[in-house]
């Protein structure tokens, strides 16, 4: 029997990549591999980058450099980058590190068992934007168990071109999957275990799948219809917009028992004049609106956000106006970052605000999301909530899963990973719930 060849992946960034590389391991199982934890025992080593903010392709290029002792010691070792960084610099990347074997941009993975194949004898590259699915192309996940927590992409790029961002470049145009192939998906991952599905996209409640009566379905619909699937408990989604926050998905926040009381929903900014200047076509007080929608359809909803400070031309005014939007939403959780300039996007061009300014700001607004969260998570004390089983905690007897607000609980039980369990939660600790079974 012929040993299998080992894969190496490390991925950078959001949940999104971290469904392309479980879905890049799969495809490349069919020739062979394995996934390994290590570096230094692969035959093949992948970096699933992200482009997100500045110096990630510098931190992609000193992470190669670091490869190139093991290439050395083992001329057959593959190097491959994939991900939005392989997408932006193409070429470049070899040319800069001519050690590297494949490069790959994420429209082009149902691609990547064929360049792996030619790898090694010839430099492999592919950063096309094809008019295909690649997820169908791409090799059915294997029937092995899964652990109880999922994720399921079901929309990819953007057309909304925020003046700070560089996911309609990197990712391409907007896509949704076809509602059957989302559906058989989902049913193939509950087979295997999983009792918890994610559905990703980067702007996820603007998916507009073609459903199998002709027409595009909406999130809600395809929730909806996911909700159908018996074994399957919880579902989620990330990340959304709050232009496609369309009535039906607000009401199933409320009607819709299995879809989970947590909601994503970026703002960016609570100064009118920058989020115009951001082109993110809401406002302050639409936004506020709309949490407020969501709300009175779900009044235990956990909001959560994303902060950019110190976008160019960001006043102290334009801050404050900010740290007032967090005060009213009351944020469970949030991402703060401060403006990275991103070349070819338009804010590049702009004036940009001093560096020390912006880490002061970040300080300030972290801290102020830092104090909401505990607060959210402390008065979760007493609370019944139910709990999905992830795995065993690090004390004895005790398993840790996740709340349905998303929080993380560790609980004295001996319930096995995928139970769904009704927990009191008894104390609030810096990062997570501590609970009892009901
Ligand atoms: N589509 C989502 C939305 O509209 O809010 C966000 C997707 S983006 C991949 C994730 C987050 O990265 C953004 O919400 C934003 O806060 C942050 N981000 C994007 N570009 C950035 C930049 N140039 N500098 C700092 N943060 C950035
Ligand atoms: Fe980027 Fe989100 Fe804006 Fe699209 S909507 S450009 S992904 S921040």
């Not at 309609?168 to 949704?176: C, F, L, N």
Request: some cysteine.
């Amino acid at each position: 029997m012929t040993q299998p060849k080992k894969l190496f992946i490390k991925t950078y960034g959001c949940q999104m990549n971290v469904y392309d590389s479980e879905r890049m391991a799969e495809a490349l199982g069919g020739n062979g591999y394995v996934e390994v934890g290590s570096p230094d025992e692969a035959d093949m080593i992948l970096l699933n980058t992200c482009h997100i903010r500045e110096k990630a392709a510098e931190k992609v290029y000193s992470e190669l450099g670091r490869f190139k002792g093991l290439k050395s010691e083992k001329p057959d070792l593959k190097i491959g980058v994939a991900g939005c960084v392989a997408q932006a610099e193409g070429e470049e990347i070899m040319r800069r590190q001519p050690m590297v074997d494949l490069v790959v941009g994420p429209q082009s993975y149902h691609r990547l068992p064929e360049m792996e194949a030619k790898a090694g004898a010839e430099k492999v590259i592919d950063t096309d934007f094809p008019e295909e699915d690649k997820f169908e192309k791409l090799k059915s996940r294997p029937k092995a168990k899964r652990g109880p927590t999922a994720f399921l992409t079901v929309q990819e790029g953007c057309d909304k071109f925020c003046a700070f961002c560089v996911v309609p470049y990197t990712r391409g145009a907007e896509v949704s999957r076809p509602v059957e192939r989302v559906l058989a998906e989902a049913r193939d991952l509950v087979d295997r275990g999983v009792r918890e599905i994610t559905l990703l996209g980067q702007n996820v409640n603007a998916y507009h799948g073609a459903g199998p009566d002709g027409g595009d379905w909406s999130l809600a619909r395809l929730i909806r219809e996911l909700a159908e699937i018996d074994d399957l408990a919880r579902i989620r989604f990330t990340t959304s917009h709050p232009n496609d926050m369309d009535d039906d998905l607000i009401a199933a926040h409320g009607d819709c028992e299995k879809l989970m009381p947590y909601l994503h929903l970026p703002v960016q900014s609570g100064s009118d004049k920058i989020l115009k200047r951001m082109n993110r076509s809401h406002d302050r007080d639409s936004y506020l609106r709309l949490i407020e929608r969501i709300r009175t359809a779900r009044p235990d909803i956990l909001i959560s956000g994303d902060f950019i400070v110190g976008f160019p031309e960001e006043t102290d005014e334009d801050f404050r106006d900010t740290m007032r939007l967090i005060e009213e939403v009351n944020y469970g959780q949030a991402f703060s970052f401060k403006y990275s300039t991103r070349p070819g996007t338009p804010a590049a061009e702009r004036s940009q605000v001093p560096e020390d300014v912006k880490s002061d700001r970040l300080q300030e607004l972290q801290a102020l999301i830092t104090r909401q969260q505990r607060a959210v998570q402390d008065a979760m004390v007493g609370r019944e909530v139910g709990v999905l089983i992830e795995r065993p905690g690090r004390m004895p007897g005790q398993m840790v899963g996740k709340s349905d607000h998303l929080h993380a609980v560790h609980i004295q039980c001996d319930l096995a990973p995928g139970s769904l369990a009704r927990v009191r939660i008894v104390e609030s600790g810096p990062n997570s719930l501590g609970g009892e079974l009901l």
